[in-house]
């Protein structure tokens, strides 16, 4: 019974986290993110990006400007020029110590765009920085959308493609599926540039790069820490372990 009940969790629980990822893609295979929270430019890079391209209309609403400027290594100074654009309900310029909340009306959210564009706080962690990843390199054309655009990772996707002028406009490139059962369908394999964009192929991939990085990094900023503070643990272990097996030495010395 025991090793039935071993057997189960052996197969299902792989299998749930496969169903997981099948969901959250649309079907689209994902990339993989070659996230690197220790890689400093780019989650600087990354902070920069969001607050120009993503918080006109998603907020970061446990996020304090003053701790990305800690962890990530910006002065209050470069942080008042570089990363906050936003003001209170004052009208003035947000303060370091102030949270990564936006201004945007949700009625007016819900006019513009049908729906309110989600807080991306935790979005590293609900979605996966694969999907992630892949979701902001697969916008395409997509003349039945209000916006023009549509997704591969998020079918039907309600955000407008704020990345274009970079990225350039792209088509889906499709294959015919075949069920086995005379259905076919089509299903997206690949993209191809249809007008260029600022950047090419590899810049482009860079600052989504950027961006999953640094959303991956503010849906657990303690990571930072931890991975610091870890390299002390394991060095006091190590040190303590040493010692602890001179004393023993020591007081056994004598018994033999
Ligand atoms: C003009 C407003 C606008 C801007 C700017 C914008 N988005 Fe969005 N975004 C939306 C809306 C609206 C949705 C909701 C789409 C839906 O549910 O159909 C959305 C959805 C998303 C989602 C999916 C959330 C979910 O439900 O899983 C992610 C991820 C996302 N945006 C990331 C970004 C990033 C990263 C940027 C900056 C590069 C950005 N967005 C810029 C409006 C915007």
Redesign the pocket.
Same mark, same amino acid.
């Given at each position: 019974m025991k090793k039935l009940i071993i057997l189960l969790f052996a197969v299902l629980l792989p299998l749930s986290f496969w169903a997981q990822t099948q969901a959250a893609g649309g079907g689209y295979p994902l990339d993989n993110a070659d996230v690197d929270l220790g890689d400093r430019p780019s989650l600087q890079r990354g902070a920069k990006?969001?607050v120009n391209?993503?918080m006109?209309?998603?907020a970061l609403g446990y996020q304090r400007f003053n701790r990305v400027g800690k962890d990530l290594g910006l002065t209050d100074k470069e942080l008042l020029e570089n990363l906050i654009f936003t003001s209170n309900k004052k009208g003035e310029q947000k303060k370091v110590g102030d949270l990564m909340t936006i201004a945007m009306d949700t009625d007016y959210?819900e006019a513009a765009?049908?729906?309110?564009?989600?807080d991306?706080n935790l !979005?590293a962690r609900?979605?996966g920085a694969d999907w992630?990843y892949t979701?902001?390199r697969t916008f395409y054309k997509d003349d039945s959308r209000a916006f023009g655009a549509n997704n591969a990772a998020?079918p039907?996707?309600?955000?407008?493609n704020?990345?274009q002028h970079l990225q350039g406009e792209q088509q889906p490139v499709y294959e015919e599926h075949d069920d086995g059962h005379g259905h076919t369908s089509k299903v997206i394999t690949g993209f191809e540039i249809i007008k260029e964009g600022e950047l090419n192929v590899e810049e482009f991939d860079q600052v989504a790069l950027d !961006?999953t990085n640094f959303?991956v990094y503010s849906g657990e900023p303690a990571k930072m820490v931890r991975g610091k503070l870890g390299f002390w643990v394991l060095l006091f272990l190590g040190l303590f372990g040493w010692l602890a097996y001179q004393l023993k030495k020591e007081y056994w010395k004598d018994v033999h």
């Open positions: 990006y969001y391209y993503c006109g209309c998603h959210a765009f049908g729906v309110v564009p989600p991306l !979005i609900s979605r992630l979701y902001l998020f039907l996707v309600g955000m407008p704020v990345l !961006i959303l």
